[in-house]
């Protein structure tokens, strides 16, 4: 399988300060959604700057469609899609007439506008000024302006950033289907790890320039796969010795909690009714050691 873009131990510094990127070494698959997922200034925009030409890399460590990228500066950008600056729109002009303004900007045909218009969902409001859009449907118009020129690799950086949860769901449904549909390959970063699980067949995490974890999410998830849930109820022994034969690994916390270890997340319902119907008082119930928590511990400065 092809790498549409691959790093070797990619490192930067701005001036001569502390390196930002660290041997960074990313491996993005040819049809992939590629989350970049890290802490605010763990690096990401560097790399999508570096990754764009926005800012020249410092040695010779990205391959971008299986070539070095300084051997193909800068036809290559015609073949990359990028929203990684705040777009340029012009918010007294229509969203039509922006795309116009930039297909003519660029060489490319408007031909295209209608049907980009209608990809990103704003079909209705092509004739309508942007002051007017809110800042989804900007982000949307911003993402139609990067597919303008067709291309097979689009570099989104924190698009979702600023937008409410409906907005957010809209990008990801529109990525999840120029993938699907279009087959273009994304590489979209952000700080927040439910939306990279909710959209990305792989995942990056970077941390103080250092990449900590990469490969597919359901390896990822995979890793997750067993529940381990704290519940709060009346009288943890008396529970504890009941509950041991059907649920054995079952450890005792204290007085009023039981951690319970489950193969799976699906086997937590039939638990709790199961308690339920035995006449247990139950508190609270906590999921611990998912996946979120060990993002967390992985990111915390302390460790
Ligand atoms: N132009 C610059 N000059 C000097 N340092 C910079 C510059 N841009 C970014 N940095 C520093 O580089 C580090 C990485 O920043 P970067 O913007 O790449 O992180 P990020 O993961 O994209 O975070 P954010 O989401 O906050 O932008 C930070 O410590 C930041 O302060």
Not at 151 to 171: F, H, K, R
Not at 183 to 189: A, D, L, M, P, R
Not at 252 to 264: D, E, S, Y
């Amino acid at each position: 399988m092809v790498n549409i873009i691959e790093t070797t131990a990619l490192s930067f510094g701005y001036g001569r300060h502390k390196k930002v990127l660290d041997n960074v070494s990313l491996h993005i698959p040819e049809g992939a959604i590629y989350g970049f997922l890290g802490p605010n200034g763990a690096g990401k925009s560097t790399t999508m700057r570096l990754l764009t030409g926005i800012i020249p890399e410092q040695g010779n460590a990205i391959r971008l469609f299986g070539e070095p990228l300084r051997q193909q500066m800068p036809g290559v950008f015609s073949k990359i899609g990028s929203l990684v600056e705040q777009p340029a729109l012009y918010l007294h002009l229509s969203g039509i007439d922006n795309l116009r303004y930039i297909a003519r900007l660029r060489g490319v045909s408007p031909k295209r506008i209608p049907a980009m218009l209608e990809l990103v969902g704003l079909a209705n409001d092509g004739k309508r000024k942007v002051k007017q859009y809110s800042l989804g449907m900007k982000q949307r118009l911003a993402i139609a302006m990067a597919l303008l020129d067709e291309p097979a690799l689009l570099l989104l950086d924190e698009p979702v950033n600023g937008l409410d949860p409906n907005g957010i769901q809209e990008i990801r449904q529109l990525l999840m289907r120029l993938n699907r549909e279009n087959g273009v390959t994304i590489f979209v970063s952000s700080h927040l790890l439910p939306e990279i699980e909710k959209m990305c067949t792989h995942v990056g995490i970077i941390h103080n320039g250092q990449l900590k974890f990469e490969g597919r999410m359901d390896e990822l998830s995979a890793r997750f796969a067993t529940a381990n849930i704290v519940v709060t109820l009346g009288d943890a022994v008396r529970w504890a010795e009941r509950l041991e034969p059907l649920y054995p690994g079952l450890m005792v916390l204290h007085a009023r909690q039981i951690r319970f270890m489950l193969p799976t997340k699906e086997a937590v319902p039939g638990m709790v009714r199961s308690l339920v119907d035995a006449g247990a008082d139950i508190y609270e119930l906590r999921m611990e050691g998912g996946l979120e928590d060990w993002f967390m511990s992985l990111i915390d400065t302390n460790k």
